[in-house]
């Protein structure tokens, strides 16, 4: 199974503020990041969040996926009503839920949320990286980057620029 994470980040290494908050990314929104979106996505077949994302996405006006949702947590134990045919929590680890979700038929998935992006990372199970670099510094918040018990080497493919000023870049394992 191929594993991606596509997330942004500030300048200074931030996916959220301390309290979850992404203003600071929204404000940036253009139709050519969501031109870039909407291609990466429509290859996606299965997306792994964790509790803080799926948090953060239910106060969204709309439910944003139509792929089917995997929640990693072991604190939610509630899933809204009108969601549950798109959602399911499990409390799998990373290399489980893959050979879990394999089996299952899926072949292409976004990894979404700082914490579970790292612990993607640390099971060096994350396959590529597209980060957009937000110009803007938030000085302190979520890092999108945690501990790691060994280096992970990645073979930079190409860099988009944005005429916002978002820059995105596109890395494979090696």
């Given at each position: 199974?191929?594993?991606?994470?596509?997330?942004?980040?500030?300048?200074?290494?931030?996916?959220?503020?301390?309290?979850?908050?992404?203003?600071?990314?929204?404000?940036?929104?253009?139709?050519?990041?969501?031109?870039?979106?909407?291609k990466f996505i429509s290859h996606i077949d299965v997306?792994?969040?964790?509790?803080?994302?799926?948090?953060?996405?239910?106060?969204?006006?709309?439910?944003?996926?139509?792929?089917?949702?995997?929640?990693?947590?072991?604190?939610?134990?509630?899933?809204?009503?009108?969601?549950?045919?798109?959602?399911?929590?499990?409390?799998?680890?990373?290399?489980?839920?893959?050979?879990?979700?394999?089996?299952?038929?899926?072949?292409?998935?976004?990894?979404?949320?700082?914490?579970?992006?790292?612990?993607?990372?640390?099971?060096?199970?994350?396959?590529?990286?597209?980060?957009?670099?937000?110009?803007?510094?938030?000085?302190?918040?979520?890092?999108?980057?945690?501990?790691?018990?060994?280096?992970?080497?990645?073979?930079?493919?190409?860099?988009?620029?944005?005429?916002?000023?978002?820059?995105?870049?596109?890395?494979?394992?090696?």
């Open positions: 199974m191929r594993t991606t994470a596509y997330i942004g980040t500030s300048l200074d290494g931030f996916i959220a503020r301390k309290n979850g908050e992404i203003d600071w990314l929204i404000q940036f929104d253009n139709q050519e990041i969501n031109k870039s979106y909407t997306i792994i969040i964790g509790r803080g994302t799926f948090e953060k996405v239910i106060t969204f006006p709309s439910w944003p996926y139509q792929q089917k949702v995997f929640v990693l947590s072991t604190q939610i134990k509630e899933i809204p009503n009108n969601l549950k045919e798109k959602v399911s929590i499990l409390s799998m680890k990373p290399k489980e839920l893959l050979h879990y979700l394999s089996d299952e038929g899926y072949s292409n998935a976004y990894v979404d949320g700082g914490k579970v992006i790292q612990s993607f990372l640390k099971e060096n199970l994350l396959d590529a990286l597209i980060i957009t670099r937000v110009p803007v510094l938030i000085g302190d918040g979520i890092p999108l980057f945690g501990q790691l018990d060994q280096d992970t080497t990645f073979k930079h493919l190409h860099t988009n620029i944005f005429s916002n000023g978002l820059v995105m870049s596109h890395y494979e394992k090696n």
